[in-house]
């Protein structure tokens, strides 16, 4: 052991507390690649290895000298503080200290880089993503202990920083079930294959077979609203390491807010007269009555199983998880005549008489339910022959979201036949996926500083998505009102399947050098292959500094549901067909033959310096570049506020043409799609710090980490002829890329601790966040989320050693966006426009509801 470790090490021992570098290992934003005394020599690889050995027997080894898997093919995996890659470490403990909701908000807040959505449009909301050093949810991989995982169902179609995010669904994985999460900030396509551009995400599951824990967790916000409550159990069985299995069972009840304005519509004066039997000032909640704003309803019980067994010389291991979720969100609330009809009647003597009919003649709010049943397993083997480690496992996943519109009528229907129903099975999104991968590496002794490790492997895909029809009720004529259901045209089953292999080598050509080449073939049945390839170095200049760099190529080929979902978004005076880009009404547009794979180059370079024994400092600055990148369009209008748009030809053709039959009485038409219209380049900065003290009042753990970022569109390709003057990426669209994420944010934390007693402060600095948005007057209005400071806070206590009490607040002091810009606001307003209920900008980081308070209990056995 060097002098550096051992005063670390007389420190922690001469605190009396053993804990302090166990600590270190749930803190939030560990760095994993510190300290130039652990370069890659070979001698000092091996007393590496042979330290890291013993001090796994004390409670005193530090997360720095931890075996990572992620971003290395090397044998038995690397040391985190030898990865040449940008990694952060996640522990259990830290996961347990933010008391988010959900998986998804834990990891943001920990993570700086990593930015959770907090509003999704329509089913959206119901299935939140996030993102990954700015780009989109679709450019970062997720892995159950390294195996892929498979991606979502429920596509977010509608505008939006996240708009076209389909990847896995991290709120299907209970956080009691999760040992650790190593976060991969790089480029790593080359060695995961698709999708794994802005880097990885791999959640290495609990392997304990004896005890577990039980913990639940209450909560609602300061201002009323979003009511959870959550239970989790956690429980291990097994003789020992070589036969084990870790069961998880989460159950979470989440309930719905409203942040929404008043709805000009009925705060307009006699804004009801017209419809007879009808005064909507009578109906509770008035004039707050457009609900679209704010969390949905949510209960979902989620599982996993991990589990393992020796078999001779194999290790047979496997992992399952079953997820449901039922979840609703209102719609835009419908005044009375949004559901009227004129109805003729004729006597025996001839005479016809007219009557307007109101079904609802208090209006009515529709709202949108989904069902959805998750699943996934992945079972495999490992073993060695030879000098050869050996690993085949497969993975299937499955997810679908029935679909359904309550509350709600389809007026055609009832205007025709004289009933309709009030609920409706709106269809089906199903998506799957069943890879199988096999890996093999070994060492050679090349006469090198070190051996040089050889890994290749293979991998097999296969994956469908699926659009299933609505009932006839949803989708007759112009449908039920606010979701018209997965017309018949639209119902269908698409798949595609994929091969490739790959070849990575791991170098130490000198003394405290280490250099990584990885080379990937990809073949897809729909887009034919290509080739890419990473070269990732690192080199430890003094015991107290090193540099590492990155330069790789990336290839995402689009998700089936970005080329095969559609849809029709219906609000109260608008309808939007979503038109898959693969359809044939798509070539009416001049957009060719459908979607095609994005490219990508990422260059990276950092630092690593450790100033002081327990000072850790990584800096890491990056470059992306996504060509032919897959956005959604802005809104393409055939009819705009009641103006028939003079170059929307093309579009109402195409409409027509998809099968479409949309709402006569909308004065607001038009459609949005997929494309590669575009190239973008993101660059950014990672700084991450971590010190751990200890003071006569007890010990403290502090870390510092941030995010610089900034993604410029450096090139729109041209809108095609048949759009007219009607940009394919209009302000909007490039805004969500370009501003509507915050430009910076910084984390504080400082968890202290002593006896029975724990308090942790977690402040987060959000940058200035913007957007393009449309009034209508035709005019672009920008909407900006001004840097603010959000505050955690949580206070626990462990009455015994196996019970921990804690009470805290997330957004302690009750802080919002600003509003929106109110001159944007009187274009709705003045309009009758339901736009204006959406008061602060659905894109806020930290979201628009306010402060929330919780109080949780946790017992371990």
């Known amino acids: 052991m060097n002098v550096r470790k051992q005063k670390a090490a007389a420190r922690v021992r001469s605190s009396g507390d053993a804990s302090t570098w166990g600590k270190l290992k749930a803190m939030s934003c560990v760095p994993l690649v510190v300290g130039a005394e652990l370069a890659l020599m070979s001698s000092g690889a091996i007393a590496a290895d042979a330290e890291l050995q013993v001090a796994a027997a004390d409670t005193q080894v530090a997360s720095l000298e931890e075996i990572i898997v992620t971003g290395t093919r090397r044998s038995g995996g690397l040391q985190a503080s030898e990865s040449p890659a940008p990694i952060q470490v996640i522990g259990a403990e830290a996961l347990s200290e933010t008391s988010r909701p959900d998986l998804i908000s834990s990891i943001a807040q920990i993570v700086p880089s990593f930015t959770a959505q907090a509003f999704g449009g329509d089913m959206a909301n119901q299935t939140l993503s996030a993102k990954l050093r700015g780009l989109s949810p679709n450019h970062a991989l997720v892995l159950i202990n390294g195996k892929r995982r498979h991606t979502t169902a429920n596509l977010a179609v509608l505008g939006g920083p996240f708009q076209g995010g389909a990847a896995a669904d991290l709120n299907f994985i209970p956080a009691a079930s999760i040992a650790r999460i190593e976060v991969l900030t790089d480029g790593a396509a080359a060695q995961y294959g698709t999708d794994a551009i802005a880097g990885v995400i791999n959640i290495i599951l609990k392997s304990g077979y004896e005890g577990g824990s039980v913990d639940s967790n209450y909560g609602k916000y300061f201002d009323g609203g979003g009511d959870s409550i959550s239970h989790s159990g956690n429980i291990g069985f097994g003789s020992g390491p070589e036969a084990f299995a870790n069961l998880t069972v989460e159950v979470r009840n989440k309930q719905r807010s409203n942040r929404g304005g008043a709805d000009p519509r009925v705060a307009a004066v006699n804004s009801t007269t017209p419809y007879p039997n009808s005064n909507v000032t009578l109906v509770r909640g008035y004039p707050f009555l457009n609900k679209i704003v704010g969390d949905p309803e949510i209960k979902t019980v989620v599982s996993m199983l991990n589990a393992g067994y020796k078999l001779g010389s194999v290790d047979l291991y496997g992992t399952a998880s079953v997820g449901t979720k039922k979840a609703n969100s209102f719609q835009n609330y419908r005044m009375p005549n949004r559901a009227s009809f004129t109805k003729v009647t004729t006597d025996s003597d001839g005479d016809t008489t007219t009557e307007k009919v109101y079904p609802y003649p208090f209006g009515f709010s529709p709202r949108e339910a989904i069902d959805e049943t998750d699943m996934g397993f992945t079972g495999g083997a490992r073993g060695t022959a030879g000098e050869w480690n050996w690993d085949l496992a497969t993975t299937w996943g499955r997810d679908e979201v029935d679909i359904a519109t309550i509350d709600s009528i389809n007026t055609d229907l009832y205007a025709d036949t004289g009933a309709s129903p009030t609920s409706f099975d709106s269809g089906a999104y199903i998506a799957s996926q069943l890879t199988t991968n096999f890996d093999v590496s070994r060492e050679y002794n090349v006469g090198m500083a070190g051996p040089m490790n050889l890994a290749l492997g293979a991998e097999k895909r296969y994956e469908t998505y699926e659009l299933e029809q609505g009932d006839p009720a949803s989708t007759y004529k112009s449908g039920a009102s606010s979701f018209p259901g997965v017309q018949p045209g639209d119902a269908g089953r698409h798949s595609r399947h994929n091969v490739g292999v790959y070849a990575d080598v791991a170098l130490t050509p000198i003394d405290k050098m280490l250099v990584d080449a990885a080379i990937r073939f990809e073949d897809y049945s729909d887009f034919g292959n290509t080739t890419i390839g990473k070269l990732t170095s690192r080199y430890d200049f003094t015991p107290n500094f090193a540099l590492r760099g990155t330069v790789s190529t990336g290839f995402r080929a689009p998700t089936l549901a970005e080329s095969y979902y559609t849809a029709t978004n219906v609000g109260p005076s608008s309808a939007f067909v979503q038109l898959a880009p693969n359809a044939p009404a798509a070539s009416l547009l001049g957009l060719g033959d459908g979607l095609k794979p994005e490219k990508s180059t990422n260059l990276s370079l950092g630092v690593v310096m450790h100033p002081t024994d327990m000072l850790t400092v990584t800096v890491d600055a990056y470059q992306i570049e996504v060509r032919d990148r897959v956005v959604g369009s802005g809104s393409l209008f055939s009819q705009f506020v009641g103006d028939t748009k003079e170059d929307g030809t093309a579009i109402s053709a195409a409409i027509a043409a998809n099968g479409n039959v949309l709402d006569p009485t909308v004065t607001t038409r038009g459609?949005?799609?997929?494309?590669?219209?575009?190239?973008?380049?993101?660059?950014?900065?990672?700084?991450?710090?971590?010190?751990?003290?200890?003071?006569?009042?007890?010990?403290?753990?502090?870390?510092?980490?941030?995010?610089?970022?900034?993604?410029?569109?450096?090139?729109?390709?041209?809108?095609?002829?048949?759009?007219?003057?009607?940009?394919?990426?209009?302000?909007?669209?490039?805004?969500?890329?370009?501003?509507?994420?915050?430009?910076?944010?910084?984390?504080f934390v400082a968890s202290w601790s002593r006896d029975i007693y724990s308090v942790t402060l977690r402040e987060t600095l959000f940058g200035k966040s913007s957007a393009q948005e449309l009034g209508n007057d035709g005019t672009y209005y920008e909407t900006k989320v001004d840097p603010a400071f959000i505050t955690d806070l949580e206070v626990s206590v462990k009455p015994t050693p196996s019970i921990t009490l804690s009470l805290g607040a997330n957004n302690l002091f009750n802080v919002y966006p600003d509003k929106k810009r109110a001159d944007l606001l009187k274009t709705y307003t003045d309009t009758l426009d339901t736009s204006a209920v959406t008061l602060y900008p659905t894109y806020s980081p930290f979201g628009f509801n306010g402060g929330y308070y919780y109080g949780k209990v946790s017992y371990s056995f």
């Open 671 to 747: 459609i949005n799609l997929f494309a590669n219209g575009l190239t973008t380049r993101t660059r950014g900065v990672d700084v991450v710090m971590t010190l751990p003290q200890t003071y006569d009042f007890g010990r403290v753990d502090y870390s510092l980490s941030g995010n610089v970022n900034k993604t410029k569109v450096t090139k729109v390709n041209a809108s095609p002829a048949e759009l007219g003057s009607q940009p394919l990426y209009d302000k909007t669209a490039i805004a969500d890329l370009e501003t509507a994420s915050p430009q910076y944010r910084v984390n």
